[in-house]
C-alpha cells in the first residue's frame, strides 16, 4: 500500500502543472488573437460629420476709439499762463473761458512799440496841420484841389498808421485790442463745446502765438465726446473686399464683456506703409453702445462684415484640400476599404468653417487623418 500512495502524490501536482501552462497558452493566444481584431478592427482615422450653421466672412481692422474731430486751443497773443480755468474731463461750452494769458514782452518790445506810437503820433500831427492849410487855403480859393487831395490823403495815411501803433501798444502792454476794427483779449475761450481731453500747459507757462509764420503753443485739446468713432488700419489683402456701410462689431480690449456695433463709414483712397506692411486707414461710425462708456484712445479691433450666411452646410477647413482651383474632402469608403477623395463646391469661409453648396449632403461624414508624427 504504500508505493501506490507515493504515485498518487506524483500525479497530483504533475496535474496542476498541465492545467496552469494550457490556461496560459490558451491566454496566450486569445490575447494575439484580440491584439490583431483590435488593429483590424482600427481604421487609422475619425470621422467628422457635415452640419449646418452660419459662416462669416469678415476683414479685421486694428485701431482704437477716438472722437471725429479733435480741436487744439491756440493763443493769439504771446505772454504766460496767468490762470486756467478748466481741468481735464470738464465740459466746456462754446464762448466759455480756458485761459488769461498775461502779457510778457520783453524791454525791446516794449520800447519799440512806445516809440512807433510817437513816431506815429508825431507823423499825423505834421499831416493835420499841413491838411488845416490847405484847408483854409482852400476855401479862400489860393490852392488848387488837387494839393488838398494830397494832404487829405496823406492825413489818413498817418491817422491809420496811428491807430494801428496804439493797437500794438495796447496788445503788447495789456494783451488786449477792442475796437471797430479788431477785437483780441487775453482770456482764451472754448472755439466749440466739448470735453477737455488734454491741458498742455499749466499757470507760468509761457506762450508763443498762432500766426501765419509760427504754429503756437497748444494750450489744450478738446473734442466732442458724443461722436466717437473706431479708426483703424485694414490689411491691403482685405481692404478690396470692403464698401461703405457694411456692419462691424468692434471688440475693446479693455472692455472685453461689451457689446459695441458700429457701421464703415470711411476707407481711405491712399496706402501708407507700416513694419513692412500695407495698409489702408478706415472709420468706422459706432451706432450702438448699450450700457458701454467709453473713453477716447481705448485700443480695439473690428470685424467688418463682408458677408454672412445662415443655416449653410459647414465642414471645417483642415478637412479640405485645395489644389488646382478644386476642393477635395476624403470621406470613408466601403466596409473595409480605404476613404476616397470627393470633390466639392465651396462657398464662404471664415478660416475655421467653409461653406459647402455641392458635394456633401447634410450628416455626410468627412474624414480626419491623425497629424503626422515629426521624427
Known sequence: ???ETGRLNVE???RKVVIVLSVLIVGGLGAVAYSRSSKAADPGFKTVQVSRGEVVEKALAVGAIKPDQEISVKSKISGIVRKSYREVGDYVRAGEPLFEIQPDPTPLE???ARREVENATNAFDQAK????RQDSLKKQGITSTQDWDVA???LQETESRLGLAREKLALVEKGRIKSERLNVESVIRAPVSGTVLELAVHEGDPVVPLTSFQAGTPLAVMADMKTL???GTVDEIDVGKLTEG?????????????VVEGRLSKISPKSKT???ATLFDVEIDITAAKGVILRAGYSANADIVVKEKKDVLLVPERLVKFEGGKATVEVPGELGKEPVKKEIKYGLSDGMNVEVTDGLKDKDMVVERPPKKIE
Open 1 to 3: 500500500m504504500a508505493p
Open 110 to 112: 516794449l520800447t519799440e
Open 246 to 258: 457694411l456692419p462691424a462689431k468692434i471688440k475693446i480690449g479693455a472692455l472685453p464683456e461689451a
Open 274 to 276: 507700416s513694419e513692412g
Open 229 to 231: 468713432l473706431f479708426k
Open 129 to 132: 496841420r499841413k491838411y488845416d
Open 12 to 14: 497530483i501536482p504533475m
Open 152 to 154: 487829405e490823403k496823406e
